[in-house]
Nanobody, 123 residues
Framework: QVQLVESGGGLVQAGGSLRLSCVVS????????MGWFRQAPGKEREFVAA???????RSADSVKGRFTISRDNAKNTVYLQMNSLKPDDTAVYYC?????????????????WGQGTQVTVSS
């Protein structure tokens, strides 16, 4: 069984930084494309960033230039470095694993999900 465990969330002031981590167990990590999604209160879940099996990346327009996704296959871990945080970035952040090729950005393209980690950005 595949398990994903996020960490690194917390409370930060606007303009600050956080790094989220997601450790994957249960199968060969390198065989998955990985993604980060977020959901703010009262809003739908939205795509944040994805990284392919080969290391290619894509991100949502709202976070481009501020957030960076990366992966370490030796550690079975995907990261989301978040800089220049804004109050609008406040949400529960979820990592997910996909069997799709390329850079999936839709929730249904991901088979496995973590439990989420809260990120709160104060103004």
């Amino acid at each position: 069984q595949v398990q994903l465990v996020e960490s690194g969330g917390g409370l930060v002031q606007a303009g600050g930084s956080l790094r989220l981590s997601c450790v994957v167990s249960g199968r060969t990590f390198s065989s998955y494309a990985m993604g980060w999604f977020r959901q703010a209160p009262g809003k739908e879940r939205e795509f944040v960033a994805a990284i392919s099996r080969s290391g290619g990346t894509r991100s949502a327009d709202s976070v481009k230039g501020r957030f960076t996704i990366s992966r370490d296959n030796a550690k079975n871990t995907v990261y989301l470095q978040m800089n220049s945080l804004k109050p609008d970035d406040t949400a529960v952040y979820y990592c997910a694993a996909s069997n799709f090729l390329g850079l999936p950005s839709k929730g249904y393209e991901y088979a496995y999900w973590g439990q989420g980690t809260q990120v709160t950005v104060s103004s």
